[in-house]
């Protein structure tokens, strides 16, 4: 088989809690290669001393790239560049449209029970790619590969340890987590077989105009691009009832008077991947679960 390309992606200075993704990473993927794309277009930069090893190791490979580029060449229905410069009227203009105040004007938009409205790319009231941070890495996850992975690969969001070597779930079949016990996936961990499945997701969003996880990655769009949706629990204790993280991931940072011991736990969990949920600036304690997991894989 083809050797899985594993990576991921960031945007502007990349913290120190993101040592942990790839020190667990080169632990449990003995032989794999990892790239990290470094988003030029927002002066991303590795700077904080506790990861400047991550530039010279071997099987980690800095990538700079301009997502703007790629976005430029492969998303359809870019915003009217007329609207660009006039951000404070789109900000209006969505709020008024949210409040039902524009009558049954749909102006190109979606409303989804869970996270309410939102604008496709060809609306006038859409807001851009630009200052998005997290919705460009909706778009990355997806662009990348179609642009620069002709083989396997997968995309595994920065907060987020490895607690196993994830190859061995890659086949013939893409696949994603499930969003806690909704009816979409969650795309932090993406796992891409080949350029087939990558133009399809690609080509879908672009239909959709969005690329938001539950647009994007419905059960039904998962299904028609070939994407398995695997069950919460193996990427995710904080969405898992029962487990000792669930509903707080501040858990695995804070102090702890027994870290081995809730450690071992979460690994009787047998969770594939531990994701934290964002918390980049937050401060492991020396005692805490995530200093222990660090220990051990470093």
């Known amino acids: 088989m083809t050797p899985i390309r594993y990576f991921g992606y960031w945007s502007g200075q990349l913290p120190p809690v993101t040592e942990l993704h790839f020190r667990s990473f080169l632990h449990h993927h003995r032989e794999a ?5 470094l988003d030029t277009d927002a002066r991303s930069a590795i700077a904080a001393p506790a990861l400047q090893w991550v530039s010279t190791h071997p099987r980690l490979h800095v990538r700079p790239f301009s997502l703007d580029a790629l976005i430029e060449k492969h998303v359809t229905h870019a915003p009217l560049a007329r609207f660009n410069r006039a951000q404070w009227l789109k900000k209006w203009g969505r709020k008024l449209h949210r409040a039902g105040l524009f009558g049954a004007a749909e102006l190109r938009s979606f409303k989804h029970p869970l996270f309410g409205r939102t604008f496709r790319h060809g609306s006038p009231l859409f807001a851009g790619f630009k200052d998005n941070k997290a919705y460009r890495g909706d778009l990355a996850r997806c662009l990348v590969p179609l642009e620069h992975y002709a083989q396997p690969c997968l995309y595994v969001d920065l907060d987020l ?21 909704f009816g979409f996936a969650n795309s932090a961990v993406l796992y891409l077989p080949g350029p087939a499945t990558s133009h399809a997701l690609v ?15 419905s059960d039904a769009n998962c299904a028609a691009v070939g994407i398995t949706i695997h069950p919460t629990e193996w990427f995710d204790p904080l969405w898992t009832p029962g487990s000792v993280l669930a509903g707080d991931a501040g858990l695995f940072f804070r102090a702890n008077a027994q870290p081995d011991s809730v450690l071992a736990r979460l690994k009787a969990e047998g969770h594939r991947a531990i994701h934290w949920h964002n918390n980049w600036n937050t401060l492991p304690a020396p005692s805490s679960v995530y200093t222990a997991l660090l220990n051990e894989v470093r």
């Open 33 to 37: 290669h990892y790239d990290l794309w």
């Open 161 to 181: 340890c490895f607690m196993s070597d994830l190859g061995t779930m890659c086949g013939d079949v893409g696949f994603s987590y499930r969003w806690e016990d």
């Open 203 to 217: 080509a879908r969003g672009c239909e959709l105009e969005n690329f938001l996880p539950w647009i994007l990655f």
